[in-house]
């Protein structure tokens, strides 16, 4: 009996249920050049697509979550109201897009794999990070140099 803790599972007496390695009867075989590129294109628009909602978590969302909350503000002339309509509004619309992330996740890995890539992790973690810093980089710069703190290099006119 092999105890090499790579075999079993990572236990030293056995292998956990389920945890044995994947035999095939035959190797599978592989797509066409045609098909594998357009599985290609297809992981390539998977990305964007996850990079797009995911950039929409620094900005459109939270801008437009604002709004609706001054919108319910105005039409019941309760600030904390429109507050915790917004706050809740956001919150749920971000799981919600991290779900469809995670799932479009999945996708993107099986079909690196159908183009002939050995995909055996995903991308959104990476891509998280990614759209994070240009989050940040981004409303550093309109904080300090365009919109929120006033900016010395422009003055603003009529003052």
Known sequence: MRTDPT???????????????VKYRALPERASRR???FDGLLAFALLA????????F??????GWLWVGSQIDYHTGSVSFGILCAFVGLLGTLLVGLSIMRRLDEAWILIRRAAGHDQRSGVL??????????GAISFTVWLVLIGGLGSN????RGA
């Open 125 to 134: 973690v990476r891509i998280f990070a990614i759209t994070a810093v240009i």
């Open 153 to 156: 290099l422009v003055p603003k």
């Open 35 to 37: 098909r594998q590129r």
């Open 49 to 56: 697509a996850i990079a797009l909602i995911c950039l929409s």
């Open 7 to 21: 075999d079993t599972g990572g236990l030293f007496s056995g292998r956990r249920p389920g945890t044995a390695p």
């Open 58 to 63: 620094w900005g459109p969302l939270p801008v």
